[in-house]
């Protein structure tokens, strides 16, 4: 079982930048691959950014394509996400999630274990 545990949340203005973590305990960190998603209030949790077990490959939401980068230290038990130019309608509560089965995975249900989640908030 792995436990996740997000940090990095915050208030910032649009356009600013923020930078998520994400610590995972056990042993077996580098067995999973790690995705972020996000729920905004009302809305369905939405894919943010995957990264495969040896980082070699990144997917990312079209929504967040070419904003956000994110990256994995399997040494660390550590993932992060790195957003640049938010806007407004970034704002949503980020969750931290691991999953086994296939490279990454973009679909809410390959993966297994999940975080409680860090606010973030954009301010226009």
């Known amino acids: 079982q792995v436990q996740l545990v997000e940090s990095g949340g915050g208030l910032v203005q649009a356009g600013g930048s923020l930078r998520l973590s994400c610590a995972a305990s056990g042993r077996t960190f580098s067995s999973y691959f790690m995705g972020w998603f996000r729920q905004a209030a009302g809305e369905e949790r939405e894919f943010v950014a995957a990264?495969?077990?040896?980082?070699?490959?990144?997917d990312y939401g079209d929504s967040v394509k070419g904003r956000v980068t994110i990256s994995r230290d399997n040494a660390k038990n550590t993932v992060s996400l790195q957003m640049n130019s938010l806007k407004p309608e970034d704002t949503a509560v980020y969750y931290c999630?691991?999953?086994?089965?296939?490279?990454?995975?973009?679909?809410?249900?390959?993966?297994?274990?999940w975080g409680q989640g860090t606010q973030v908030t954009v301010s226009s």
């Open positions: 999630a691991a999953g086994s089965s296939g490279l990454t995975g973009v679909q809410l249900a390959k993966y297994l274990y």
């Open positions: 990264v495969s077990r040896t980082g070699s490959r990144t």
